[in-house]
């Protein structure tokens, strides 16, 4: 559901085409916008009037004053203009109903030797159950760029299921290549362990468990992870499994921890979060953020991106503060490019932040995602549970991998 308000929209588009922001260090330069893309300088809505129809809800309802259809692009800022380049574009590259909630939710993992993106199915019920793990396909990214390069209009390119052994139970997080694997974030379920596992990627897509508790006690379910420079794995915990009636009552706070795979150190770094669902790290490591969600379901708590330092030496997540907050479901998976920009999962799309936390963009695709990944240079693969999409732009991926 969109922003309904005649009234209001009226209204913007007279402040959009009046206001020049040019006063205030930016503009945003019309011959630079890309087909297709939507100019939001956010002096144009600054003031909506005490007639506009406000927003009454931070998931359903999505700002998109100028009704346009998705997906496309919003420009917050004209820095967005040099993360999309000219000729950038967002389409949809596959789609598929079956899978209940979703084919393609979460953990996008790229395989550069074989041009293939990886992603698991919804880890909710009834795609995942107590009963039941979600699943993990493959689309192949050279069927896309024939597609692209033959015009094709209605892209829906297929995808192969993996047939996963019992080590991988409900997987909600991936990266790497970790060593030529995937590096996975399992919940678990029922009495199964959530875990770190490695999968690999080429048949028989075998796995090997890293990790599968805290000293004897289980982890309540991991969500997403990252590799760090140092070789140290970070990953957030967070009690959806237990919400999703796939695990018992958490026995742990909802944290972030390390894990050191070549001593088996295994620590807290963070703590204090609601929900600590996405992280990402600066490409030169030195800076965390965790993302907290737990605004999906109560608008009132966090729906924010906090950033820490990480000590170069102890790896604890210090100097706590807010990075950004999201206007519209999530935060969910983050990502990095090679300057440092974030792009975080939210409620009707990607949403771009630099890294002194601006909101510069969005691509907006009208629905949730859940996480997003570069397919290589300039390549973002966005999931949105039934439909998997393409944003063709400029930006490099700045996630770390070995
Ligand atoms: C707001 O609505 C009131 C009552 O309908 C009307 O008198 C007023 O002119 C409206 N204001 C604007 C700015 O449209
Ligand atoms: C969706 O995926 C299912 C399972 O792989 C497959 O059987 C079906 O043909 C697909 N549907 C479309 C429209 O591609
Ligand atoms: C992907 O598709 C291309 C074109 O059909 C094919 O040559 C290639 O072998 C496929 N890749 C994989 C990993 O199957
Ligand atoms: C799941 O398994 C439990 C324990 O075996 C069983 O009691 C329950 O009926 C099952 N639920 C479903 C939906 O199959
Ligand atoms: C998969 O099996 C091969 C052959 O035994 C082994 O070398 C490799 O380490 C395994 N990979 C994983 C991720 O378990
Ligand atoms: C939302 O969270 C606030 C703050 O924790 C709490 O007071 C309120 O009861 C919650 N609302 C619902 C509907 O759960």
Redesign the pocket.
């Known amino acids: 559901m969109l922003l309904r308000s005649p009234?209001a929209l009226a209204?913007l588009a007279v402040v959009a085409r009046l206001c020049s922001c040019e006063a205030q260090g930016d503009s945003i330069d019309a011959g630079r916008i890309p087909p297709g893309a939507v100019s939001l300088p956010p002096l144009s809505f600054a003031v909506l009037?005490?007639?506009a129809t406000f927003r009454q809800n931070g998931f359903i309802q999505q700002f998109n004053p100028t009704n346009s259809t998705p997906p496309f692009f919003q420009i917050f800022h004209s820095d967005f203009l040099d993360i999309l380049g000219p000729n950038a574009f967002v389409r949809n590259i596959a789609v598929n109903n079956t899978f209940a909630s979703g084919f393609a939710f979460e953990a996008p993992f790229f395989n550069s030797p074989t041009n293939e993106m990886f992603f698991a199915s919804s880890v909710f019920v009834p795609e995942s159950s107590f009963n039941h793990s979600n699943r993990i396909s493959k689309i192949n990214m050279t069927l896309v760029e024939q597609a692209l390069t033959a015009h094709v209009q209605d892209i829906n390119v297929p995808f192969e299921t993996l047939d996963l052994p019992e080590t991988v139970q409900i997987t909600n997080g991936a990266t790497g290549p970790f060593k030529g694997n995937l590096l996975l974030a399992t919940r678990g379920r029922g009495n199964l362990p959530s875990a770190l596992v490695l999968l690999n990627p080429r048949s028989p897509n075998n796995a090997t468990v890293l990790l599968d508790n805290f000293f004897d006690r289980q982890f309540n379910s991991m969500n997403d992870l990252k590799i760090h420079p140092s070789g140290n794995i970070f990953f957030t915990d967070d009690d959806l499994g237990f919400t999703s009636d796939q695990k018992p009552p958490p026995l742990l706070p909802n944290q972030v921890y390390m894990f050191d795979p070549k001593t088996g150190l295994v620590r807290v770094v963070a703590d204090n979060f609601v929900t600590p669902n996405g992280i990402a790290l600066s490409p030169d490591g030195k800076i965390g953020y965790v993302g907290d969600s737990a605004g999906i379901t109560n608008s009132t708590l966090p729906s924010t991106v906090y950033a820490f330092d990480i000590d170069p030496e102890t790896f604890f997540f210090s100097n706590r503060r807010v990075f950004c907050y999201i206007d519209s479901g999530g935060p969910d998976g983050i990502q990095v490019d090679t300057k440092g920009n974030l792009y975080v999962a939210s409620g009707d799309g990607v949403q771009i932040f630099r890294k002194d936390g601006v909101l510069l963009g969005k691509i907006f695709i009208g629905s949730d995602v859940a996480n997003m990944a570069f397919a290589g240079d300039g390549r973002l693969v966005v999931l949105a549970n039934t439909k998997i999409f393409l944003a063709q732009i400029q930006a490099k991926s700045g996630l770390f991998t070995m």
Do not use: K, R, S, V
């Open positions: 009234t209204l009037g005490q007639n």
